[in-house]
């Protein structure tokens, strides 16, 4: 589903660009976890941002703030969402791309020299650590958010049909109402005034895709997959899961690019 890196992709860039207060970003956070604390990474990561390195006590996310507007006062935020084999958006080798490749989700301030990757550290509790970025690499590729959206609704049916052809309707005849419970339990995002209406649109597929790709990939209760039809639900939902990060992707790239144009 949508993530805290979304949420704060979205929310710092309109911060940045003057069209919403540091309050607003750090409520925004809020329902995802009931605290966000900050650390860099290294003492070079430390001494280029101003927050707290390793040892030390952590920071607020106010601070975080304090530090991307230090780095890049009128900057955006890049959304990350790699996954093994699908590493577009990514600066290149280094911590910061370790990180969020293994967390699947990070933010990263280009102009700033940094990126932040979110990670669970206790119950309620979300550490956002900074990791220093020498190079921001390649200007991301350019997705129209219509040629997501069209990609989206066709990897809708394309998962509906990966339902029926994996057997998961009729092993479960209750997935339906799984996927409306799954969509019921995550976190209600908050967004800026001004967000794209086809922005807030494509984020919601992509939590509806997402539902539907949980669904997919569990087994029935007592069930178990042999080796190769395991193989093969992977195979088939992959493209589908692809999808929901590049419409990911591109939704927020047209909110910060609409965020940040608006004259203050």
Do not use: K
């Amino acid at each position: 589903m949508s993530c805290a890196s979304t949420t704060f992709a979205v929310w710092a860039s309109a911060w940045l660009a003057g069209s919403a207060a540091p309050d607003d970003v750090l409520d925004a956070l809020a329902p995802w976890s009931e605290a966000h604390d900050v650390l860099a990474a290294d003492d070079v990561t430390a001494a280029a941002t101003g927050l707290p390195g390793p040892g030390s006590a952590p920071t607020s996310t106010a601070m975080l703030l304090a530090a991307v507007r230090r780095g890049t006062p009128r900057g955006q935020a890049r959304l990350v969402l790699p996954a093994p084999g699908d590493v577009r958006g990514l600066p290149g080798p280094g911590p910061f791309s370790d990180a969020a490749i293994t967390a699947g989700e990070g933010v990263l301030f280009a102009d700033a020299g940094f990126g932040v990757v979110p990670s669970p550290i206790a119950d309620g509790v979300v550490r956002w650590t900074a990791h220093a970025v020498a190079d921001p690499g390649p200007v991301p590729e350019y997705v129209a958010l219509n040629e997501a959206e069209r990609e989206l609704r066709g990897q809708v049916r394309a998962a509906a049909a990966a339902l029926t052809d994996l057997g998961v309707a009729r092993h479960r005849p209750g997935v339906r109402e799984e996927i409306a419970a799954w969509l019921r339990r995550r976190p209600q995002a908050l967004w800026p005034g001004g967000m794209p209406p086809q922005a807030l649109r494509v984020l919601q597929q992509a939590d509806e895709v997402d539902a539907i790709l949980s669904a997919a990939s569990g087994d029935e209760p007592g069930g178990a997959l042999s080796a190769s039809a395991a193989v093969a639900r992977s195979d088939a939902l992959r493209p589908i899961a692809t999808a929901v990060r590049v419409a990911r992707r591109a939704a927020v790239a047209e909110a910060v690019r609409v965020l940040v144009s608006v004259p203050r």
